[in-house]
């Protein structure tokens, strides 16, 4: 047993905040995806209107936006599989990861590379599921949808910056 030093204290912390920035992330292109694919689509709407339906997804857990995704069916189901499974991942960083931290992580060098492993996977996963969802939105989308309105055109700008990254 040895007990953790600052620089690798450091480096956890590091890799806890990759992990939540990955889920994050992953939350905001979610809310712009099903934006576009349940509301903007069909009724293009208004700045103001999309700023308030925006607001309306992120106001919703990754939980919900995957219902939500299922429901309206814009995913494939490798798609879905990849984000319940992560959202399974999210649940232990945001509530479960104190737990195996206080069964000895200060001291115990294995269990702190478990869970340094974990949460770069962590990371790694949503990031990676991030772009799958950006690649499928964009494969399905049509020109006139970037086009309908101001707000559109800012949508096709920030995906073609990477901006839902």
Do not use: C, W
């Not at 920035?21 to 349940?38: D, F, P, R, Y």
């Not at 992560?86 to 990861?97: A, G, K, P, Q, S």
């Not at 737990?99 to 996977?121: C, H, N, P, T, Y």
């Not at 990676?128 to 020109?143: A, G, H, K, M």
């Amino acid at each position: 047993m040895t007990i953790i030093d600052s620089d690798e204290l450091y480096e956890f912390y590091a890799l806890l905040g990759q992990a939540v920035h990955s889920a994050q992330s992953l939350e905001g292109t979610l809310h712009k995806v099903l934006a576009v694919e349940i509301h903007f689509k069909s009724n293009p709407p208004t700045p103001n209107e999309a700023a308030e339906i925006l607001e309306k997804f992120r106001g919703m857990t990754l939980g919900r936006l995957i219902s939500t995704a299922i429901k309206n069916q814009l995913f494939s189901k490798n798609i879905i599989t990849l984000l319940q499974s992560f959202n399974e991942d999210r649940r232990y960083v945001i509530h479960r990861l104190q737990e195996d931290m206080s069964a000895g992580f200060r001291v115990d060098v294995d269990l702190r590379q478990k869970i340094s492993k974990k949460l770069e996977a962590i990371a790694d996963n949503g990031f990676e599921i991030n772009s799958r969802i950006v690649d499928e939105f964009l494969r399905t989308q049509t020109p006139e949808i970037f086009t309908s309105d101001r707000f559109n055109q800012e949508l096709k700008k920030n995906l073609a910056e990477g901006g839902f990254l």
